[in-house]
């Protein structure tokens, strides 16, 4: 318990309303008053607390401070303002603007995976989708929807000429698309680890400039399809037209250059 002392200090500053003090001990009927109502309510163990606040009666004693209290029951003293604090100017108070929620999904990393372990093309763009959905930079956001756009093209300049010309695939299939879609997934999964900003910056750049150098090398990949299937579909036209001579249907004047 706290000391006697302590709850004195308090009630000498913080009473609202004063006991009751009895002196007779005889009524105006000439009945005789219960000789407890005489006693000093101050003079027991504990205080009454109904006729002080208690709150800042105790933040009070605590800080040694002084107040005006004004009479009254049920009347909370006033507290003078503290030398050093301040409220919050109004205009710091709204410049403080909570956290913007997250607009789009947070990284399917499983899904991802479960596509790029199957190593085709179709697969890649799936992935690649995926990485779409997020939240990504600007930047890397349209980088990689124009990627998707030139690996459907690449795909369907595989599918469409794959009985003229079938180019070697197997280092964007192994490597360049793959490490590059790795990479930008990296960078989603640092984001949402909340890691080191740096990290997450340097992260950024390295998967952007490698997005860059995917898109050229995919449309090189592109005009290397459409030029030799070109080439084979020409040497073909001319097998076909050099048969057809032999045995007389082809008219000198149409002839292939």
Not at 213 to 240: C, D, F, P, S, W
Request: with cysteine; net charge negative.
């Amino acid at each position: 318990m706290i000391e006697r002392k302590f709850w004195e200090e308090v009630r000498s500053h913080w009473i609202l309303e004063a006991p009751p003090q009895i002196s007779d001990r005889k009524t105006s009927s000439g009945g005789e008053i219960d000789p407890s109502l005489l006693e000093d309510p101050w003079g027991q163990e504990g205080i009454p607390f109904d006729m002080v606040d208690y709150d800042d009666a105790m933040e009070a004693a605590l800080t040694g401070e002084s107040y005006q209290v004004p009479k009254g029951q049920g009347q909370k003293p006033k507290v003078a303002p503290r030398q050093g604090i301040q409220p919050m100017p109004q205009s710091f108070a709204q410049a403080v603007k909570p956290p913007e929620k997250r607009q789009k999904p947070m990284f399917d990393s499983a899904g991802f995976e479960e596509r790029m372990e199957r190593r085709t093309l179709a697969d890649y763009i799936e992935a690649g989708k995926l990485l779409l959905k997020c939240e990504l930079p600007e930047k890397m956001e349209k980088l990689g929807q124009e990627l998707l756009d030139r690996m459907s093209v690449l795909q369907t300049s595989i599918r469409e000429f794959e009985k003229v010309y079938q180019p070697d695939m197997s280092q964007f299939y192994d490597c360049y698309i793959p490490d590059t879609l790795q990479l930008a997934a990296s960078y989603l999964e640092y984001v949402d680890a909340e890691i080191d900003g740096d990290i997450i910056k340097e992260t950024e750049k390295e998967a952007a400039a490698a997005l860059e150098t995917l898109i050229n090398g995919v449309n090189e990949k592109i005009e290397e399809i459409y030029r030799y299937a070109k080439i084979e579909i020409h040497a073909q036209a001319r097998a076909l037209e050099s048969m057809m001579s032999q045995e007389g249907y082809v008219d000198p004047n149409f002839k292939i250059r």
